[in-house]
């Protein structure tokens, strides 16, 4: 083993006890976090929405398969009389209580000091007869185009769950209570018998968080008639006491307030049918602090018995992967689920916020050594040395893999730029993995659509159709055999551009549509500012901030081929198009001198060269300045760019025809914002400088950024201060933000051959981080590459 | 005394008189020249012939071409396109005969970058402006710019012309140098620079002419300048198994300091390794020291504390073979 591998340390006996029960799926017969399907009962019921998943290629072949098996499995839930003659949102919010109140089981875990199983649900749509004949309809049609826009390489889009950050610090201060008082306030203003109806299933969804509150006292009172330890007793009769009041009440004290949070996030999850992608904290270390200090200074509380309630608080999240439990070890890039939490940042005068909670969840995240929650660290220009100077610790002890880096001035000129008063924009967070936002009264639909840019370069090139299967797709653009000059090619370029852009927007409209009319989800509506005042569903745009975010694949992939075209074909005439296309058709099976000469002596973006950075700008400003002017019809929400990437770029690696970069079919494309893979000869500062020239401000989204450091480069105290000196550089020069792989190859590939002594070992991939033993072995060889390429 | 580049195999750069440079890198981001995050300029030809020498081609001063031969796809568009017939190709790589005029077209031409010009000539403002990229990581770490080589004094010209232009810049900039420089040659530029990163390596003057091919006198008596003059100053010791590393040279060294260099900042000994064996091989050389075994931690640890006892303000070792 070449590197010390960051392993768990520092755990209570009890933590260390809970850890390890999470981890041992196959053995914990007694309870496992699994799908639990509930159904109406009525033959016409349907429980899963292919929409919630458009953006996961690798489960479109089995839709038909989990919708048919959830229908098959669900458990039926007794109905009210007259339920169908509720609106659908009160259906929904009365069949979310049924199910909390006789059916999701309950269950206290030896030893954990905060409480709430069993939260990976399938719900029924509760539709009507007609409802579901029309959504069947209009949702399988729609699957139609998703699966046709997918296969032809140009993306896919969904209207997904979570991606979010709930009004968290509300429940915190007002509890349900003071939500339930809101809502009746509300009512009392309303006459429209449509907005009355939606209100009552806002009202009837205060409900949930107490029902909840019920059952967790029974089944701590059932824990404690086991119980014979006197200390454990005495834990569980605090517990018994906290559960009862929260989230009901306000919270009042640092243990209230942590137990309060997992219920209501771990509601939304249940309300919601999904596992928590997305499902995000926000700023945490700062609307906890209050009540961390007031413990600490009332004597209620120690450093200690924080870590361990933040420790039992951590493992809660992990049981969300108990969703796809039994496909473990082959998770793909499935393996995270990005329940993120936001750590320090600034404040509104640009101070820097952070505090000793801030520290003390760093260490714990450090202790723990799991995916969940996954932290995302704020830093800006006044950012604390304490601060960075535990970041670059941490970084060095694990391989990188902790968190990920969020650059606030840059991230809060993007949000400024999608419409948000510049004096709000300090207090953004992001979702997910790296997705700006706001707190509590923003659906910014992050990842609901990916869009191969790349595949505009393929169809500029052989007029407006796909290349390997000849089938038209865009307009026709012309033979560029006879385009005149440089800017025919431009000009071919940014209309296919056009036209995958429109098309991508449609698909996701759709979606949008399909869940705004059928998938209103009160309980999480209760927590997003915006939905009470409208009287309207946060899926149907009751937020107040609502947008729809394009997440672009494949930047650098598509502007070093406009670049190579434009350089050597039109500038430098040094190869014809002729050449060019036959070589592309054929995938450079006959001319490797070609693709040498691509490789070689184009332009490449990510190495502050002007030309080819100019290229990328004005590529990546065209699309995301266009999309912010595009809305989804039924709901009104916008769209933003953004560059995410996730898994795509292996993704649309083989439907993507053989790029002018010198990539051959197949070959990864870029991504996020990363230059395409060894083309950066400049080393990693000119990379950085590319980034920042993007002018990323268009893309409020925020951008994935990868950089892979050998571990040597942080070998001692004075290569530490270094690292930290090139952090603040990034802020000042770079994007919005960045994860780092610190890791040498030789430990990368031992791992991929000997996955047994490597099971703790995280990497990260585009935007999360992710054990590197479970990756698919495409993606394990592209980070073995990176890292070989590192500094 | 020996004049400037007359050491054996040496020759000065045929641009000496103009104020441009031969330089065989750029390396940015380079954390191991000086203080911060810095950017390192190799510049090409050295008057000493160290067996140990760690860049290679950087000794010649004339501009060379090298095939690389893991890089190269065989299309052969260099042997047909050399207007001289100028290369052949030898079984294993192609060679670069007598008659080439260092037209560089083979090198413009190859698809696969195969051809590697080693040497570029670069002016005073286009080379400031490169080196100007970088300033955010510059400033934010207490970098700056560190000529290197080679020997980087070799060009002493244009280190005059180009060293105001950076400092005006805001820039710090250091010199690497080997410190086998006619004094006043050696006093204007060192003078001039923030940091001078001065090697020694033996103090016994015949070995010292066995392994580098010239005498120390002339670097003994510049790092006593550098000492008297009070220039910020880090000594860097190569830890070479069997040449460098005997307790008997690194306790002379060590003595030196204390006797020469009373307020020196800081002492680096930097271990052995063999990271430069490809170019050697890609230069067609045969490199003297194959087979040399890494520096065991423990023998550095020895080392730094012998180095102490110079007084140095910090003793600072890197580069060796962690554990036993």
Not at chain 1, 318 to 333: E, F, L, M, S, T
Not at chain 1, 446 to 468: I, P, S, Y
Not at chain 1, 471 to 490: H, I, N, Q, V
């Amino acid at each position: 083993m070449t590197v010390k591998l960051w392993e768990a340390h520092n755990l209570s006996p009890r933590v260390q006890r809970l850890r390890e029960e999470y981890w041992s799926f196959y053995e914990r017969d007694y309870y496992r976090n699994e799908v639990m399907a509930f159904g109406s009962g009525a033959p016409w019921d349907e429980l899963y929405a292919p929409y919630n998943w458009g953006v996961v290629p690798e489960v479109f072949p089995f839709m038909q398969g989990f919708r048919e098996t959830a229908k098959a499995m669900a458990e039926p839930v007794e109905l009210p009389p007259h339920f169908y003659r509720l609106s659908l949102a009160e259906r929904r919010a009365v069949f979310f209580n049924r199910v909390l109140e006789k059916h999701l089981p309950a269950m206290v875990l030896e030893g954990e000091l905060i409480v709430g199983s069993h939260f990976n649900t399938a719900l029924s749509k509760t539709l009507d007869q007609k409802e579901s004949a029309r959504w069947v309809k209009q949702t399988y049609a729609w699957l139609d185009r998703l699966l046709e826009t997918h296969n032809s390489g140009i993306g896919n889009a969904g209207a997904v769950p979570g991606h979010i950050i709930p009004n968290y610090r509300k429940v915190l201060k007002v509890g349900f209570k003071g939500i339930l008082e809101e809502v009746e306030a509300r009512i009392s203003r309303e006459t429209d018998r449509e907005k009355l109806a939606y209100l009552n299933a806002l009202k009837l969804s205060v409900e949930a968080p107490r029902l909840i509150s019920r059952r967790y006292v029974e089944a701590v009172d059932a824990a404690l008639a086991e119980e014979k330890s006197e200390e454990r007793r005495g834990e569980l009769k605090q517990l018994r006491n906290i559960v009862s009041r929260v989230p009901y009440e306000a919270s009042r004290t640092f243990w209230e307030a942590l137990q309060a949070l997992w219920f209501t996030h771990m509601l939304i999850m249940a309300a919601e049918s999904y596992p928590g992608p997305g499902l995000s904290y926000g700023r945490i270390d700062q609307y906890l602090y209050p009540f961390y200090r007031r413990d600490l200074e009332e004597g209620r509380l120690t450093r200690d018995f924080a870590r361990e309630l933040l420790h039992c608080f951590w493992i809660k999240h992990n049981y969300a992967y108990d969703y796809q439990g039994r496909c473990a070890r082959n998770q793909g890039i499935n393996s995270s689920f990005g329940q993120l939490i936001t750590l320090s940042g600034c404040g509104p005068n640009g101070e820097d916020l952070t505090n000793d909670l801030t520290m003390l969840m760093l260490e714990v995240i450090e202790e723990m050594n799991l995916l969940e929650p996954k932290p995302n660290v704020r830093l800006h220009k006044n950012s604390s040395p304490a601060l960075l100077r535990k970041v670059a610790e941490m970084i060095k002890n694990a391989q990188g893999a902790p968190f990920l880096l969020n650059f606030d001035e840059l991230s809060m000129k993007g949000l400024v730029f999608e419409g948000v008063p510049p004096e709000e924009a300090w207090d953004y967070a992001p979702v997910g993995c790296l997705e700006n936002t706001m707190q509590g009264n923003d659906r910014s639909g992050t990842v609901d659509v990916n869009l191969n840019l790349a595949k505009a370069v393929e169809l500029a090139l052989n007029d407006g159709r796909d290349m390997k299967s000849g089938r038209r797709l865009g307009p026709a653009t012309g033979d560029p055999l006879k385009f005149a000059g440089e800017s025919d090619f431009l000009n071919a370029f940014y209309r296919q551009m056009d036209f995958i852009l429109e098309r991508i927007v449609d698909l996701a409209s759709e979606a949008d549509r399909l869940r705004s009319l059928y998938d209103p989800v009160p309980y999480l509506s209760l927590l997003v500012d915006g939905c009470i005042d409208k009287a309207l569903d946060v899926n149907r745009g009751g937020a107040v901030y609502n947008f729809i975010t394009v997440e672009g694949v494949g930047l650098a992939t598509a502007a070093d081929s406009v670049a190579a075209v434009r350089q050597l074909v039109y500038r430098d005439r040094t190869i014809s198009m002729e050449r060019l296309l036959n070589a592309l058709r054929t995938d450079f099976n006959t001319d490797e001198t070609l693709r040498q000469l691509l490789i070689n002596r184009a332009p490449k973006y990510g190495n502050n060269d002007p030309f080819a950075d100019e290229v990328a700008r004005e590529l990546s400003r065209y699309w995301t300045e266009k999309v912010i002017t595009m809305r989804s019809p039924a709901t009104g929400r916008r769209f933003r760019g953004g560059y995410l990437s996730w898994n795509y770029w292996i993704a649309y690696a083989p439907l993507t025809a053989s790029t002018p970069d010198g990539r051959v079919r197949g070959q990864a494309l870029s991504n996020g914002v990363c230059c395409v893979n060894g083309v950066d000869r400049e080393g990693p500062t000119a990379a950085v400088l590319s980034v920042g020239r993007l002018g990323l401000e268009s893309a409020p989204n925020g951008a994935s950024h990868t950089m892979s450091f050998n571990p040597s480069f942080l070998r001692d105290e004075e290569h530490l201060e270094k690292f930290i000196a090139f952090l603040r550089a990034y802020n000042e020069t770079g994007g919005t933000a960045l994860q780092i792989n610190m890791i040498d190859p030789q430990t990368l590939i031992e791992a991929k051959k000997n996955p047994g002594a490597y099971l703790n070992l995280l990497v990260r991939v585009t935007g999360y981080n992710a054990y590197f033993v479970h990756l698919g072995p495409e993606i394990q060889e592209e980070i073995i590459r990176r890292a070989a390429h590192a500094i | 005394m020996r004049k400037v580049g007359e050491g054996w195999g040496g020759s000065l750069p045929s641009n000496m008189d103009t104020l441009t440079a031969t330089i065989f890198n750029i390396q940015p981001m380079s954390t191991e020249d000086g203080p911060g995050i810095r950017t390192t300029v190799f510049m090409k030809g050295c008057n000493m012939r160290c067996l140990w020498c760690q860049n290679p081609e950087g000794l010649a001063a004339r501009v060379h071409l090298v095939h690389d031969t893991l890089r190269c796809i065989g299309c052969r568009t260099c042997l047909n396109g050399c207007e001289r017939g100028a290369i052949s190709d030898s079984g294993s790589g192609y060679k670069f005969n007598r008659g080439c005029a260092l037209c560089l077209t083979c090198a413009a031409n190859c698809p696969a970058r195969a051809i590697r010009v080693i040497g570029q000539t670069v002016g005073v403002e286009e080379l400031v402006q490169k080196l100007l990229r970088d300033k955010p990581f510059y400033d934010q770490s207490g970098g700056g710019v560190t000529f290197s080589g080679g020997e980087c004094l070799l060009q002493h010209r244009f280190l005059t012309a180009i060293m105001p232009r950076l400092k005006g810049a805001g820039i710090h900039v250091c010199i690497d140098t080997a410190g086998h420089i006619d004094p006043p040659v050696f006093q204007a530029i060192a003078g001039q620079a923030d940091l001078v990163l001065f090697d020694l390596k033996i103090m016994e003057d015949r070995l010292h002419r066995q392994y580098t091919g010239v005498s120390n006198a002339l670097i003994l008596q510049n790092a006593a300048w550098l000492g008297r003059a009070g220039i910020p100053c880090w000594i860097r010791v190569p830890v070479i198994p069997g040449y460098t590393d005997s307790e008997k040279n690194l306790r002379g060294i060590a003595l030196f300091l204390k006797e020469n260099m009373p307020s020196l900042a800081r002492v680096d000994l930097l271990g052995y390794n063999d990271l430069c064996a490809n170019d050697y091989a890609m230069l067609d050389r045969d490199y003297p020291l194959a087979g040399t075994p890494r520096v065991a931690e423990s023998a550095m640890l020895h080392f730094q504390e012998i180095m102490a006892q110079s007084g140095a303000g910090m003793v600072s070792i890197s580069n060796y073979q962690k554990g036993e």
